[in-house]
């Protein structure tokens, strides 16, 4: 850890008052944001803490002498961009780029001493890696900052901005991708102490350090359910800003069509709304944009009411001689009962685990939801999901169908999630087909389990999730969404490849055969004319292009908003991973 000098304890005694009295942003008007903006802790002297931080590096000067002549501890003052574009060079110049991650933690631990935790320290080892559902994830930044209100990210912004060091955030981190949701060198800001649910008229007011299991067990307190994760220890902000799949999608949409207002924190710290009304194009941006034009610290659901609960639940088949049939049902749900009876949602696995000693199984484990707000006297799955329930007798017994309340399906779906094995996520997108969907579970099974079926924790799923025309025309009907689904006339499936293993060793054997799956798979489909270009970009893996396969249109809109509300480029060019606006200029 970094000892504290003289004067940066100094300055830290000075500014605890400060923060005493500053509790709430300032606010500030600007012709060309709608409505308010917030700035947390306006008065603090940003300058003046970044000095003391070049002064305990021993580095005088590096940030401090290039910034802009704006007085930054005066109340209303802000970082407008075009004082900071004559930052840019810095980050050009022979100073190593861990210099600037260094003046931005030191700063942040004088201003945040119990929120910032550098190399070392306890804290650090408490908030990195197990934020972390991979292990393929671990990093080691420079500091990991831990704020638990938008005025702490205001602020953090302000001096991660002029202090031109990278920085990653993660909100559940239920990534595969290495350096998707951390960094190597710079701040990561963990969102988990942002937290807290609050139901209003309509709507949950949701902070994005929250994982799905809390928000629907707040939610299933007050009779009601709103679009999220369908597994209760994924992460709110990554799900929603990917477009997000949940159980009522084919009803409802995707998750981020259901949002009424997002607030975000730019890069120059400001603090505002993207709704329908105020900040449209922001809005839309976010609704499958990502994580490329700020940090979204609250998001706001559209509720309804669930006074019945849902009925839902797993299906077990142990029996591969089923699976034809399986297959069968699975493409008529996708075809015919979906679209009958959109309050229902299927997700299909196919399954193969390795347990020591006995070899392997295969497994399809299906999960079936059907809203049940209607008035039926005994609800059951209805007739879109009875031929699914009706396949195999013995599955009844072993099934844990039920009317329950709403939340309580991703908590059973989340329970067996573990962080710190070796994981892989990837996805592509066909036209369903009975015919294919059978080719593809055939081409994955006969690929990896032969090669990779008895490795020490190996467990493989092939998935199949549809999104028909209903799903797409909801959002639509909300004002759109950055995903470029419009016009779709008949569903569509997204193939999902989840695979995780215990070691390391195994890495480059198990992902090289991943890629081969991956690349017959979607030829296959391209032969028969049923591929679909959309990757949907919770699942991607890294050398996809998910917001490329958006489309031009809505690539362009990602463009404006991107210049419009991050002119330098910061989330951009000083977030090192994630998926990017493709066709921006460079960095």
């Known amino acids: 850890m970094v000892r504290l000098s003289t004067v940066a304890l100094g300055l830290l005694y000075g500014l605890s008052n400060i923060l005493g009295v500053v509790a709430d942003s300032a606010t500030l008007t600007d ?3 709608d409505g308010p903006v917030g700035l947390g802790y306006a008065g603090i002297n940003m300058t003046a803490l970044l000095a003391a931080a070049e002064n305990e590096l021993g580095v005088n000067g590096t940030v401090t002498d290039n910034l802009p002549d704006d007085n930054y501890g005066a109340p209303g003052t802000t970082i407008s961009a075009r004082d900071l574009q004559k930052l840019q060079e810095l980050r050009k110049r022979t100073y190593g780029r861990g210099i600037f991650g260094a003046i931005a933690c030191l700063s942040l631990k004088i201003l945040f001493p119990s929120k910032t935790a550098t190399t070392g320290s306890s804290n650090y080892n408490q908030w990195n890696n197990p934020s972390f559902w991979s292990a393929t994830t671990y990093m080691a930044p420079t500091c990991v900052f831990r704020p638990t209100s938008v005025d702490d990210i205001s602020c953090a912004m302000k001096l991660i901005t002029l202090s031109q060091a990278d920085f990653n955030v993660v909100g559940g981190g239920h990534s595969a991708i290495k350096g998707w949701a951390n960094t190597e060198d710079g701040v990561l800001i963990i969102l988990s102490g942002l937290t807290g649910v609050k139901v209003k008229p309509g709507y949950a007011e949701v902070s994005t350090g929250e994982r799905w299991g809390n928000v629907f067990t707040v939610l299933d307190q007050n009779k009601l359910m709103a679009l999220g994760g369908r597994m209760s220890t994924v992460g ?8 997000g ?26 603090v505002v709304n993207a709704n329908a009304n105020a900040n449209a194009d922001l809005f839309r941006a976010l609704k499958g944009g990502s994580s490329n034009f700020g940090i979204v610290t609250r998001v706001d659901l559209y509720t309804w009411p669930c006074p019945r609960g849902v009925y839902s639940g797993q299906l077990y088949f142990s029996d591969t001689r089923d699976y034809p049939k399986m297959f069968d049902a699975v493409y008529k749900y996708h075809t015919v009962g979906a679209l009958a009876d959109t309050q229902t949602h299927l997700i299909s696995a196919f399954v193969y685990v390795s347990i020591p000693g006995v070899g392997g199984m295969h497994m399809g484990a299906f999960t079936a939801f059907r809203n049940i707000s209607g008035s039926e006297v005994n609800p ?8 699914i329930v009706d396949l195999n007798p013995t599955t009844k017994n072993t099934s ?7 939340g309580t399906q991703a908590i059973e779906l989340g329970a067996g999630d573990m962080n710190g094995l070796r994981q892989d996520m990837r996805d592509f997108s066909v036209y369903a087909d009975n015919q294919l969907y059978k080719d593809l579970f055939q081409l994955w099974n006969e690929t990896m389990i032969p090669k990779h079926g008895s490795k020490a924790g190996f467990m493989g799923t092939i998935a199949f999730q549809p999104i028909t025309t209903k799903a797409v025309a ?6 759109g969404n950055s995903l470029g689904l419009e016009g779709n006339t008949k569903t569509m499936a997204i193939i999902n490849l989840t695979h995780q293993w215990g070691s390391a060793a195994d890495d480059a054997a198990i992902i090289a055969s991943l890629d081969e799956v991956l690349a017959k798979s979607i030829a296959l489909a391209k032969a028969r004319n049923l591929y679909h270009p959309y990757f949907y970009l919770n699942y991607a893996r890294k050398q996809d292009n998910p917001i490329g396969s958006y489309g031009t249109a809505s690539v362009n809109r990602l463009k404006a908003a991107s210049n419009f509300y991050d002119p330098c480029k910061i989330f951009q060019c000083r977030v090192p991973g994630g998926f990017k606006i493709p066709g921006m200029s460079s960095c």
């Open 31 to 33: 012709p060309a944001i």
């Open 236 to 243: 709110v902000p990554g799900l929603v800003l990917g477009g």
């Open 245 to 270: 799949v949940s159980y009522l999608t084919n009803q409802l949409g995707f998750v981020a069509d259901q949002v009424k207002n997002f607030q975000v924190v730019l890069a120059n710290g400001w």
């Open 380 to 387: 059951g799955p209805g007739p879109a999901l009875q031929e």
């Open 400 to 406: 844990t169908l039920q009317v329950r309340p709403y």
């Open 474 to 479: 909801a959002g639509t009907a909300r004002g």
